[in-house]
């Protein structure tokens, strides 16, 4: 699995591991961060290195199929992350923006068995 999958993936995993209700990942300043909402509050999860921050907004874009080419207009999807054979989690997804300025907002993960 390529380095930029394992590392969605984590960031993923880690807020579902952690009940996240969501996940930003947008920029702060001179700072690309990923940050989670945690029981009403915003705990900063990491600070990506500026060159990975598009390429960590463009992959969730990907997973959740959405089209990438509105600079100014939110596009909304969802990800389905399979973590086992009988279970998946999903997350709603809302992307706005266009290379450095991209921003991602996740909500609403899901814990779900598998037929």
């Not at 960031?11 to 009940?19: C, F, N, P, R, T």
């Not at 969501?22 to 989670?36: A, D, K, N």
């Not at 029981?39 to 990438?68: C, F, K, Q, T």
């Given at each position: 699995?390529?380095?930029?999958?394992?590392?969605?993936?984590?960031?993923?995993?880690?807020?579902?591991?952690?009940?996240?209700?969501?996940?930003?990942?947008?920029?702060?300043?001179?700072?690309?961060?990923?940050?989670?909402?945690?029981?009403?509050?915003?705990?900063?999860?990491?600070?990506?290195?500026?060159?990975?921050?598009?390429?960590?907004?463009?992959?969730?874009?990907?997973?959740?199929?959405?089209?990438?080419?509105?600079?100014?207009?939110?596009?909304?999807?969802?990800?389905?992350?399979?973590?086992?054979?009988?279970?998946?989690?999903?997350?709603?997804?809302?992307v706005r923006g266009h290379g450095d300025s991209?921003?991602?907002?996740?909500?609403?993960?899901?814990?779900?068995?598998?037929?």
């Amino acid at each position: 699995m390529e380095p930029l999958i394992k590392l969605v993936h984590a960031i993923l995993l880690s807020a579902h591991k952690k009940g996240a209700t969501e996940i930003w990942v947008r920029r702060e300043g001179e700072q690309r961060v990923v940050s989670f909402r945690l029981d009403g509050e915003w705990w900063e999860e990491m600070v990506l290195p500026p060159e990975l921050h598009g390429a960590v907004v463009r992959r969730l874009g990907i997973m959740a199929s959405l089209p990438m080419y509105r600079k100014d207009a939110y596009a909304e999807g969802a990800i389905v992350l399979r973590v086992s054979e009988t279970r998946e989690i999903a997350f709603d997804i809302r992307v706005r923006g266009h290379g450095d300025s991209l921003e991602a907002l996740l909500r609403s993960s899901t814990d779900t068995a598998t037929q």
